[in-house]
């Protein structure tokens, strides 16, 4: 099951940033995206397709349907420059991780 | 709180064997699952597999199966990432990571362990 994501995003600072993931019939699958920072381990940035952790923004969103699911970060700022992966449990390969998108803020 | 602290970087040589280890605190680590997970150089995630300390039923992604080898110790709350012949292609970074369930998203993760592996 593959996740596919564009390598690379860029945004000027308070736009918007809209970073997709992609397979087939990704709509039926519970989606969570993370946010890496160079030197850094993973950290969640939305459960659930649209639900976020305590201290995530509201900023950010999530939305998940047919074969695109996709994390909204608004009013971009300097600190979301990082890496984005999407993740999907699945029942045949268990947890697919997306090929990640790289969030530049110019 | 929960903490994921894994052991110190690696180097090594290619056929040498090598253990990580993944030690658990803040929960109760026999009824949670825990994963690994590799990244290489300037890629991507990649999970290996998931381990349940309970009963050591361990889950193995297909391009893992057999690559390596998932183990825990209850006593310690520490699980344990193995090879028994590394490869320069296993240089990377492999993190340990907890999801609330088996099909949750990775909450907690360790700082990673570096593994290098040159000739």
């Known amino acids: 099951y593959v996740l596919t994501q564009p390598p690379s995003v860029s945004v000027a600072p308070g736009e918007t940033a809209r970073i997709t993931c992609e397979a087939a019939?990704?709509?039926?699958?519970?989606v969570y995206w993370y946010q890496q920072k160079p030197g850094q381990a993973p950290v969640v940035v939305m459960f659930?397709?649209?639900d976020r952790p305590s201290g995530i923004p509201a900023r950010f969103s999530g939305s998940n349907s047919e074969d695109t699911a996709t994390l909204t970060i608004s009013r971009v700022e300097a600190g979301d420059e990082a890496d984005y992966y999407c993740?999907?449990?699945?029942?045949?390969?268990?947890?697919?991780f997306g090929t990640g998108t790289k969030v530049t803020v110019l | 709180e929960v903490q994921l602290v894994q052991s110190g970087a690696e180097v090594k040589k290619p056929g040498e064997s090598l253990k990580i280890s993944c030690k658990g605190s803040?929960?109760?680590?026999?009824?949670?699952?825990i994963g690994w997970v590799r990244q290489t150089p300037g890629k991507g995630l990649e999970c290996m597999g998931l381990?349940?300390?309970?009963?050591?039923?361990?889950r193995y992604s297909p391009s893992f199966r057999g690559q390596v080898t998932m183990s825990v110790d209850k006593s310690t709350s520490t699980a344990f990432l193995q090879w028994s012949s590394l490869k320069t292609s296993d240089t990377a970074t492999y993190y340990c990571?907890?999801?609330?369930?088996?099909?949750?998203?990775?909450?907690?993760w360790g700082q990673g362990t570096l593994v290098t592996v040159y000739s």
């Open positions: 381990i349940y300390p309970g009963d050591s039923d361990t």
């Open positions: 803040g929960y109760t680590f026999s009824t949670s699952w």
């Open positions: 993740q999907v449990w699945d029942r045949t390969t268990d947890h697919v």
């Open positions: 659930y397709d649209s």
């Open positions: 019939n990704i709509g039926s699958k519970l």
């Open positions: 990571a907890r999801p609330a369930t088996l099909v949750s998203a990775f909450e907690s």
